[in-house]
């Protein structure tokens, strides 16, 4: 600030002010109280999130995203060791969070925090419900966030389609197929998407579609970020176990003892052409 002095006298005044400006401009913001609480989060160390968001919950305006991030914290612990008194908890802190408070990021972490709540309450309705308009607003969740929350979408409305009658049943998948279809279009490398669209056409009986979208499932599973591990796991034994016992079961004819391996090295061809 020396060099600043060298104006005329006049201009003393100014100088000094702005050299307060330019230093208080240079001091480090306050720290985040809440930087930890979000670090341990994402981390997976949710019990020392949740202690760590107690601990600052009571301070002056931090106190509603303190709220959300421990009723967060809580049901993703509960998820893993399913004591019923975490999810009580959470639904108490998430009660308390005064939405109106909070950025539209944080209102939509909210949703999906209610929207998982009633998830593992077995509401699955209600939260496929909540859920839902999320899926108009992914791009603003990072990459595993979508794939969670379209997977609980996904599950939730397939666990609702279940109790309804065969011809809502179909219907119910059907709107389903179209909105995985629709977030395929903005997200290629949804594992999530590409698992459910066979195994909702598996579930409203369209076995040759089920197939064809198996197959295409494991072809794009390169994009996604583990290069396809999991989801090429999980679509051979959606075929395996599911789609190839279904076809057999559809033949014509009775089925002869070696009409399942005859599937099965179908697809274990389709699988080799795309190892």
Do not use: C
């Not at 931090?62 to 975490?86: I, S, Y």
């Amino acid at each position: 600030m020396q060099a600043l002095t060298v104006f005329v006298r006049s201009g003393l005044a100014g100088v000094v002010l702005l050299a307060a400006q330019v230093t208080a401009l240079a001091q480090p913001a306050p720290p985040d109280p809440l930087a930890r609480v979000r670090q341990l989060y994402n981390a997976g160390m949710y019990d020392d999130a949740i202690a760590a968001a107690a601990e600052v919950a009571s301070r002056p305006g931090v106190q509603n995203e303190a709220r959300l991030l421990l009723g967060r914290a809580l049901l993703e612990r509960h998820r893993t060791n399913r004591v019923a008194e975490d999810l009580d908890s959470a639904r108490t802190a998430l009660r308390g969070v005064e939405a109106a408070s909070l950025g539209d990021r944080g209102r939509i972490d909210l949703v999906v925090g209610l929207g998982e709540a009633l998830y593992l309450d077995a509401d699955y309705r209600p939260a496929a419900s909540l859920l839902e308009p999320v899926l108009e607003q992914m791009d603003v969740l990072s990459h595993a966030e979508r794939e969670q929350v379209l997977d609980w979408w996904a599950t939730a409305m397939d666990r609702y389609a279940q109790t309804r009658p065969p011809d809502e049943r179909v219907e119910v998948y059907a709107d389903v197929e179209a909105r995985l279809r629709a977030h395929l279009g903005r997200h290629p490398d949804s594992s999530a998407a590409s698992y459910w669209l066979p195994a909702s056409a598996l579930a409203r009986g369209d076995l040759e579609l089920a197939w064809d979208l198996a197959i295409a499932a494991w072809v794009r599973s390169t994009l996604a970020p583990d290069n396809g591990v999991q989801l090429r796991t999980d679509i051979d034994r959606l075929v395996t176990q599911a789609i190839i016992p279904e076809r057999v079961k559809r033949l014509p004819d009775d089925p002869d003892a070696g009409a399942a391996a005859r599937f099965t090295a179908e697809w274990d061809e389709a699988k080799l052409r795309w190892k």
